[in-house]
């Protein structure tokens, strides 16, 4: 079987890579190299595509994407690779000891994916799509501004010094946000620099906050990830309805299946190339999130903190991130809030009772 594009897929195993993976398989129009640090890892995929044959789905490990030449035997293959999709990104929040293991990681992750294309597939690869954050655009902390409509022409101003500042105080958040923003400038930075050796067009989607469905197997609820981990303990685990809610510090979202959508498209549409994203469904707030879990979540409204139904908790300052672009070039649309929590608490209920 022939098949329309052959694509590289980093970080395969996670949240957003594995729901990219299912559109890909579902469509049976791609071949994908799925890239992830471990056999077991590799296992785990297979469980899930148990009858696609290794021309629709190979794979390559590589357990540490940032070394020299981390990607150059993931990139051979018989059938040169045209699509890159670059999601792989270490999450090291609880393990660092300096900035630097944030920064370090994040930045040669992705130049190393760059280099390799250079060296092994630059006759071959068309397009380079890589998965950044919101927080490569906004700005944070105290130079917030209120009511500001983010655009793809914003960057976060973070600077190296005040990452190392904040982290030398105890404060980690800052070197997160440096690591996806000079991650992202990196892959610019490389495209600029390299000028015509480089034959492929660059893609950056640039998501907030991640909320839907798991697609990929989890053995137990302490290995959900940091976004699917904050709904499950801020509104399930050991939780009561008279619990106070979470806070609304991360109230921009976009559901993980519409990012992967956005994925799919950006590979294919021409007027995408050399392009940025915001990739934004829109804001969403604890009360919000309580309401639709409690209403639509069977069980649920004996657990979920109540709070105050139907109370408008957003600010009338509150920031946006303009997603017009994704919309327009993209074609996106978003799924609704209650599919999005309706279908991320009835999953947590199904994996609670063994069910998933």
Known sequence: MSYTHRILLTGANGYIASHILSQLMTSNEHSVRAVVRSQEKVDAIKKLYPNSP???L???????????????????SNTPFDIIMHTASPFRFSTATSAQDFLDPAIKGTTEVLEGVQRVAR??????????????VGTFGPGVVPSKVYTE??????????????????????????SKTFAERAAWEFKETHGAEVRWDLVVLNPPIVYGPLTHLISNMEDLGES??????????????????IGDELPLYVDVRDLATAHLRA???????????NVCAGDIRSQEIADILRKEVPGSAGRVPKGEPGKDTKPHDAVRLNSSRAEKILGMQWRT????????????????????
Do not use: C, H
Not at 267 to 277: I, L, Y
């Open 153 to 178: 022409d914003d960057w976060n101003p973070i600077t190296l010094e005040q990452a190392e500042a904040a982290f030398a105080a105890g404060i980690k958040g800052p070197a997160y946000l440096a």
């Open 228 to 245: 699917a981990a904050r709904i499950y303990k801020g509104f399930f685990a050991d939780k009561t309805p008279g619990d106070a809610l």
């Open 267 to 277: 590979m294919v549409a021409p007027e995408a190339a050399n392009k940025r994203f």
């Open 58 to 76: 190979d794979f390559a490990i590589v357990p540490d994407i940032s070394i020299p030449g981390a990607f150059d035997q993931a990139l051979k």
């Open 337 to 356: 809030k209650v599919e999005t929590f309706k279908d991320m608490g009835r999953q947590f209920m199904e994996m609670e009772e063994g069910k998933y």
């Open 54 to 56: 290794s021309s629709q």
């Open 123 to 136: 006759n071959s690869v068309r397009r380079v799509i890589v998965t950044s954050s919101y927080v490569a």
